[in-house]
């Protein structure tokens, strides 16, 4: 954004604050940081509060939330997959599917594709839909953006979110005694710094990965074996080339599309950027958005995305995020063999492990690097050391949500999808904290966040373990699908209100914390543990032979049922594996003007991208 490393920006969002209140002198809650997390669980939160009659009667005035971001205004960060819980949650809290398709990328589902650098022709191939497009949408989202969105949606609410405030929070930490609210010590960022106190109540940590207030309750911990490092950057795809000539059955870029390997996996993500969009006119396109969305527009008459951006005067592209997220133990060449596959280290990683796949190599000649897309020095990404486990989540006077709480591996968006449970499960027990219930609100959220992160973990561990051969890898995605879809939470879903959907968030881990998953994911990690190279025929054969029997045990259970073939390429709806069979449910075709993807709803015409109307509109079930 242009004006994100000003002053000027902060001064602007902080304008659209509705609070005529002081927030910088009291506040129910302080919510630390500004991103996702804190305002998912900032809106869910002042919509519980001002729903809640209780907690309404026994108040002077209503509750007030007040977040504080030292950033100037929202900035970039990777983790640009949403799934089916986000999506329900937008919905929910009454953010609709057309604002969300103008803003953000259509995606339907997610691919998987497993090779080996020993056979180009071997290749295992996983794809299931994503929600239809008459229920919720998922996304691939631009952060920054999605951000932005938020914070003016939960301003709009009555939640205050200034930009340009820092919190001590070595001195907040140290008022956090056995006293009925804590002071939050602020530096507003002007008149060189000047600082105050907040009188709050409750304070949430929704710091991500630095962990800025849990980090003083305990060291962050982390599993034995291996880890996992990420390296990325952003691209343009060749529009010269048809994609669905990419040497990937079935490739279609409104899935989130994973390409796995022995060493680890890599994602392809075709999203929009408004990056270098002035601030004051993303501000004022998304609040016509969002002034559409509250009187229900219907979809056909909002503008196109490329209208809005010559009506709002905005930068508008389209880019690819591709990157690897490689496991801690790959052995790569020496440093002096490595320094000629790029400039720096992410680089250098990526170019390796591209150069060993003969179908990557071919994926990225048909991409260009986009240098500094997010400003200078913003080429190529890294991230090490993924994995992380919060032992201590919440005490007296406060509370860490989202990855503040742990983070595993984004293979299959957990850092969102379903590290919102945390967001809105705080959000559901604050009524109670205000009440006077602090402490037995505080132990139920402890006990809820225990053994999660562990969950998540060993669902990624054995992800990437069965990556260890193009046979073993599909089988990954098939128990996610089995257990994280197939439960009757995920089935009864469509109906879900606000008042609901907590309890369907919190109880869905992609399936992770279900016990067929679990006892399956322990025998196939025991039998595939070993290096970054491929697993041998026998430990396949053994494991493939044993999933066979683990699945059909899980079935008969029935605890777990779909209409599979409607919803995974390649399967019947008994699971069993039919290679002659890609069909699946018909969700989203490309625009038939500007051959953008575009999800389908039968009573939606026109593209979201460029206007067009398309004659096939309807969804086709499979049959």
């Known amino acids: 954004m242009a004006l994100s490393s000003s002053p000027a920006s902060s001064e602007f969002l902080n304008a659209q604050n509705q609070n005529a209140d002081n927030p910088l002198v009291q506040s129910d809650i302080v919510v630390v940081g500004g991103g996702i997390h804190s305002l998912i669980y900032s809106i869910h939160a ?3 509060l001002t729903t809640d009659t209780a907690s309404l009667n026994s108040r002077s005035r209503a509750p007030s939330i007040t977040v504080l971001e030292k950033s100037h205004s929202p900035g970039y960060k990777i983790g640009e997959s949403t799934l089916t819980t986000f999506g329900l949650w937008l919905k929910t809290v009454g953010i609709g599917s057309a604002l969300l398709w103008r803003l953000f990328g259509p995606k339907d589902g997610l691919a998987f594709y497993y090779l080996t650098h020993d056979d180009p022709d071997d290749i295992g191939t996983f794809s299931a839909n994503g929600p239809s497009g008459d ?10 953006v999605s951000e932005l969105l938020l914070t003016l949606y939960a301003q709009r609410l009555g939640v205050t979110v200034l930009h340009g405030h820092s919190v001590d929070i070595d001195a907040t930490a140290a008022s956090l005694k056995q006293e009925p609210k804590v002071s939050v010590k602020v530096t507003t960022g002007k008149q060189s710094g000047s600082s105050t106190s907040i009188e709050a109540k409750l304070l949430v940590d929704a710091t991500g990965r630095f962990r800025r ?4 309750a305990s ?8 880890n996992t490092d990420s390296f990325w950057a952003y691209f343009e795809f060749d529009s010269s080339f048809d994609e669905k000539n990419l040497p990937f059955p079935r490739y279609e870029s409104c899935n989130t599309n994973h390409i796995c390997l022995p060493e680890g996996w890599a994602w392809i993500i075709r999203l929009p950027s408004w990056e270098g969009s002035p601030l004051p006119n993303l501000v004022k396109m998304i609040n016509f958005l969002l002034d559409l969305n509250a009187k229900d527009t219907h979809p056909d008459d909002y503008p196109p ?5 010559r009506r709002f005067d905005l930068q508008f592209r389209w880019v690819v995020s591709i990157g690897y997220a490689l496991r801690s133990d790959v052995v790569y060449p020496p440093e002096a063999d490595l320094m000629k596959y790029g400039t720096c280290e992410a680089e250098r990683k990526f170019n390796w492990i591209t150069s060993r796949y003969e179908r990557m190599r071919a994926l990225m000649s048909r991409h260009k690097l986009i240098h500094d897309l997010y400003g200078p020095k913003t080429t190529w990404f890294t991230r090490k050391t993924l994995t992380y486990d919060s032992p201590v989540v919440a005490g007296h006077n406060w509370a860490a949500i989202g990855d503040a ?7 299959y968006s957990p850092g969102i999808n379903c590290n919102m449970a945390t967001s809105v499960y705080l959000a559901e027990l604050t009524p109670r904290y205000l009440a006077g219930q602090g402490q037995g609100a505080m132990q139920e959220y402890a006990t809820f966040c225990k053994g999660r992160v562990e969950n998540l973990h060993r669902m990624n561990v054995f992800n990437y373990l069965l990556m260890r051969s193009p046979r073993t890898g599909p089988l990954g995605p098939l128990w996610q699908y089995l257990c994280g879809t197939g439960n009757k939470t995920w089935q009864t879903m469509r109906d879900c209100t606000f008042e609901e959907v907590a309890r369907t968030i919190m109880a869905w881990e992609w399936g992770s914390d279900r016990e067929e998953y679990i006892a399956f994911a322990k025998e196939a990690i025991k039998l595939l543990e070993g290096p970054a190279c491929l697993a041998s025929d026998e430990v396949v054969e053994k494991v493939v032979r044993l999933s066979e029997m683990r699945l059909r045990q899980a079935v008969e259970t029935g605890k777990y049922k779909s209409r599979w073939a409607g919803l995974l390429r390649w ?3 008994d699971l069993v594996r039919r290679d002659e069979k890609p069909e699946r449910d018909v969700l989203a ?11 389908l709803r039968d009573d939606v015409v026109r593209c979201a991208t460029c206007g067009a109307v398309n004659e096939q509109t309807a969804i086709v079930r499979y049959n």
Not at 219 to 226: A, I, K, L, V, Y
Not at 305 to 309: F, G, K, W
Not at 591 to 597: H, I
């Open 305 to 309: 995305a490329t209208e809005l951006a």
């Open 135 to 144: 229920f919720v949408p998922t996304l691939q989202i631009e952060r920054s």
């Open 405 to 411: 709480a742990g983070f595993t591996n984004p293979l």
């Open 571 to 573: 399967y019947d709806d």
């Open 213 to 216: 207030l849990a980090s003083k």
């Open 219 to 226: 060291p962050r911990t982390r599993f034995p074996g291996f």
């Open 589 to 599: 075709r490309r625009c038939e003007t500007c051959g953008n993807w575009r999800i």
């Open 46 to 48: 002042i919509k519980r």
